[in-house]
């Protein structure tokens, strides 16, 4: 649950609410791992736009636990918000 953004060329999150959040689950190893953290700059040092998140998600009628990188309320002020949580379809739409 949560709120899907438009950034621009692609979509961020904010956890929490009542709102459904569509995403695609991936399973990666320790390395990609690290090396999304570093993309998202959560680490070797964290810059506050993004912030690293475990999440239980549902994914075809099981719930996984799920690495997510929340977006931070400053970096989404101004941004759209994406109805219906749906990043494909919007970007469709």
Excluded: F
């Amino acid at each position: 649950m949560g709120t899907l953004y438009d950034l621009g060329s692609y979509p961020g999150v904010r956890l929490g609410g009542l709102n459904l959040v569509q995403g695609e689950v991936y399973q990666i190893t320790l390395e990609l791992e690290r090396q999304l953290d570093e993309i998202e700059e959560v680490w070797p040092q964290q810059t506050g736009e993004y912030v690293r998140r475990e999440v239980m998600v549902q994914c075809t009628g099981r719930e996984l636990m799920c690495l997510v990188y929340e977006a931070s309320a400053k970096r989404l002020q101004g941004c759209a918000v994406i109805d219906g949580g749906d990043w494909a379809s919007h970007r469709i739409g």
